[in-house]
């Protein structure tokens, strides 16, 4: 079993790294912070190393024992929720220099590009895989983790709403709250509550959605000038792609960021049968069926937006 062979490593390894993806959301957060609390708890020599995050997430526990980069040769480092090497950026080179690496994920278009790869893809969030690895491993899940986990679930589900979402999602939910998490709190700082600057970012985002291919495709951008002018703040961005996706009749939300360095930053949601990743997959990026990326460097927002309408297109009913 590739858990005992994982569980081997940790056990041998005297300095360990936790990482994750760019922009890390709720579930790269949750799992990077569980991964860091339960190899602690262990007795182990441990940095989670997380170069920025969002507002919303500083209420997590152990957030602020972070670090921000690292160049240390690590004897093991664990990536968590992240499809490709590509997507570590930052860490990188901190996952390169590493005698052994592991990552755990539930990335469908996972590129394995780890010594040891641990990927369920039918999990809707990494920390719902944790939650398994860590009982296998009789590692305690103490409250804090548990808080860290119901965080990533809560977030990658979309509050429990996406299809991805198990039987086991809600079994794991119902143990949490027998620990004593409060759901709705967490649920409330994760989902639901968003910043003023948020809301004038989505206000935008809102304003600019035209409608493509009788209203199947829905579309809208914001701009590093747009960022600038509401003083957004790291991941207000998040949220915008769901406009188009809940209106009825639309299966393809098309959002695009503008990055400070050029190019474009892609988001990609479907409702019902477009798979999205195959669709980012052309361009460079990935992810889930529903739900997936990519980063677009050359183009005007007209060109690559028409460049993505003509692929997703093809996939409309
Ligand atoms: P988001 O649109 O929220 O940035 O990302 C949606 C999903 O697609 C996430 O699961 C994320 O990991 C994945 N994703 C986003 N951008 C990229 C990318 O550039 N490459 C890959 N492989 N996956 C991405
Ligand atoms: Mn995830």
Redesign the pocket.
């Known amino acids: 079993m590739i858990l005992d062979d994982i569980k081997k490593e940790i056990d041998k390894a005297n300095r360990i790294a936790v990482v994750t993806?760019e922009?890390p959301?709720g579930?790269?957060i949750g799992s990077s912070l569980t991964m860091y609390m339960a190899l602690k708890n262990i007795n182990k020599d441990v940095d989670v190393i997380i170069p920025e995050y969002a507002k919303m997430f500083e209420f997590l526990p152990c957030i602020n024992e972070t670090k921000k980069s690292s160049d240390e040769h690590y004897d093991l480092v664990i990536a968590v929720?992240?499809?490709?090497e590509?997507?570590l950026k930052d860490n990188n080179n901190c996952f390169n220099n590493s005698k052994v690496t592991i990552q755990i994920d539930h990335?469908e278009?996972n590129?394995m590009f780890a010594d040891y790869n641990y990927v369920d893809p039918v999990s809707p969030a990494c920390c719902q895989i944790l939650i398994k690895v860590l009982k296998y491993w009789n590692i305690e899940i103490n409250k804090d983790m548990g808080v860290c986990l119901l965080a990533g679930i809560i977030t990658?589900t979309g509050g429990f709403k996406y299809s991805g979402v198990t039987s086991e999602t809600f079994e794991i939910v119902a143990w949490l709250l027998d620990k004593g998490i409060n759901i709705s709190s967490v649920y409330r700082r994760v989902l639901q509550t968003i910043s003023k600057t948020k809301f004038e970012l989505n206000k935008i985002a809102t304003s600019r959605i035209t409608f493509y291919e009788n209203d199947k495709i829905a579309f809208t951008y914001i701009t590093v000038e747009d960022e600038k002018k509401v003083n957004a703040q790291l991941g207000d961005y998040?949220g915008c792609?769901d406009i188009g996706r809940d209106i009825e009749g639309v299966e393809v939300s098309i959002?695009f960021r503008e990055l400070k360095e050029g190019g474009y930053?892609?988001?990609?949601?479907s409702n019902d049968y477009v798979n999205v990743?195959d669709i980012?997959?052309m361009f460079?990026?990935?992810?889930?069926m529903k739900?997936?990326?990519?980063?677009i460097s050359s183009g005007t927002i007209e060109q690559i937006r028409d460049k993505l309408i003509a692929q997703t297109k093809r996939y409309l009913k």
């Open positions: 993806h922009n959301d579930d790269a929720d992240c499809a490709t590509k997507r990335h278009a590129k990658d998040e792609v959002f930053k892609v988001s990609m949601r990743s980012c997959l460079g990026g990935g992810g889930h739900a997936a990326g990519c980063t």
